[in-house]
């Protein structure tokens, strides 16, 4: 069976690598899923994975460990031909200028993967592109309610790559990555490369604060407290236990008015879990001054937030419900999910039916993934 899933850009606005070509066989392997020791016959499968390219941290970390200088130098020269282009390739200092670019594209990506609930799994250097592109897609997970401590890979006992982690797993990367560029670059140029990775934690949170800003529909103006007005709502959302991917779209679908009042539709489900908090009440105050502040009217902060905000994403209960079905040779969930999630944003009838926009299902909390998966 192939299934074909070639999208032109990365639907969520999230750099990424694509999944040309899905093919499936009769054939079955061995697999212990989780690592607990219980192996099943598992079909096999072939995915066809497209990117720009597949060059990772690793990819220089390993030659600077063996001491291939003069491979590296040429691998490095090679990168920038292809990829960085905005580098002259002759410039003395293009390694710091590559770096540099590097770190402001990581601290971006992984902005963009928290502030769509996104968990990586497994964030070692080897799975970290040059590119700053998602690559390497094993135990992720859109997460459900809102959990910082949220672990996708059951076999991560350390929780080293929790979804709050990721940032700091983001600067340990980098620092990975500026120990293998020292090798090749002059004393006087080293500590530039240290001053360089030390901008990652600045460059990181005001992409992590503007991804959010345009989350609750702030698209004028930028205030410090908007990063209290964030955190104060993730805070609120955690005690909740309510979901994250929801919660900001329903925001967005509820006028001010009523978040005042109290009033939330009832179909608003993951927005009413806020509604019993006693700090949600202030919190909508302080939102609505910051919009009124800026002349953010209704109208348009729900267009910002339509557009910034999925509907429906690809959490693992429903990856799952797919998998069970391709089992039985019943390929029609898979091609529902690739159809709908093409359009994210927008409510479609066939996911209202499917209940993609529904609470999840009690049993989701149960599913365990690994890199074996």
């Known amino acids: 069976m192939i299934i074909k899933t070639i999208y032109a850009n990365p639907i969520l606005g999230i750099p990424t690598a694509r999944c040309a070509t899905l093919i499936t066989s009769s054939l079955t392997v061995m697999r212990d899923l989780v690592y607990s020791g219980q192996v099943s016959n ?5 995915v066809l994975r497209l990117a720009r390219s597949w060059f990772r941290f690793g990819s220089i970390e390993l030659l600077a460990k063996d001491g ?36 402001d594209q990581t601290a971006h990506l992984i902005a963009l993967w928290q ?26 997970q859109f997460m459900d309610h809102f959990d910082p401590d949220l672990v996708p890979n059951s076999s991560d006992d350390e929780k080293r790559y929790s979804y709050k982690r990721q940032p700091d797993v983001g600067y340990y990367n980098l620092e990975k990555l500026a120990e293998s560029l020292a090798t090749v670059l002059p004393p006087q140029e080293r500590a530039i490369l240290w001053n360089i990775l030390a901008g990652y934690t600045d460059l990181y949170q005001r992409a992590y604060t503007e991804e959010f800003r345009k989350k609750l529909g702030l698209i004028v103006g930028h205030e410090r407290e908007d990063g209290v007005l964030v955190e104060s709502l993730l805070s609120m959302m955690a005690q909740q236990k309510a979901d994250f991917t929801l919660t ?16 939330v539709d009832k179909k608003h489900w993951a927005l009413k879990m806020l509604l019993v908090n006693p700090k949600f009440h202030a919190w909508v105050i302080s939102y609505r001054q910051r919009l009124e502040k800026y002349g953010i009217t209704e109208d348009v902060r729900q267009k910002a937030m339509d557009l910034s905000n999925p509907r429906y994403v690809l959490r693992n209960w429903m990856a799952e419900a ?15 999910l690739a159809r709908i999630l093409k359009r994210p944003f927008e409510e ?26």
Not at 42 to 46: D, N
Not at 324 to 334: G, H, I, L, Q, Y
């Open 68 to 103: 291939e200088l003069d491979l590296l130098r040429n691998l490095l020269d090679f990168i920038i031909e292809m990829h960085f282009k905005e580098i002259p390739v002759f410039d003395a200092n293009r390694y710091l200028q590559l770096f540099s670019t590097i770190v």
């Open 348 to 373: 479609q009838e066939e996911a209202e039916h499917l209940g993609y926009a529904d609470t999840p299902p009690r049993w989701a909390s149960d599913i365990k993934i690994s890199c074996a998966s």
């Open 42 to 46: 598992e079909k096999t499968a072939i």
């Open 322 to 336: 797919a998998i069970e079905a391709a089992k039985r040779n019943d390929f029609s969930v898979v091609r529902s």
């Open 115 to 140: 502030a769509f609930g996104f968990a990586h799994g497994v964030c070692n250097t080897d799975n970290f592109s040059i590119l700053s592109i998602t690559i390497d897609y094993g135990p992720f």
């Open 248 to 263: 900001f779209r329903q925001l967005g679908a509820t006028s001010i008015a009523d978040l005042d009042a109290g009033h």
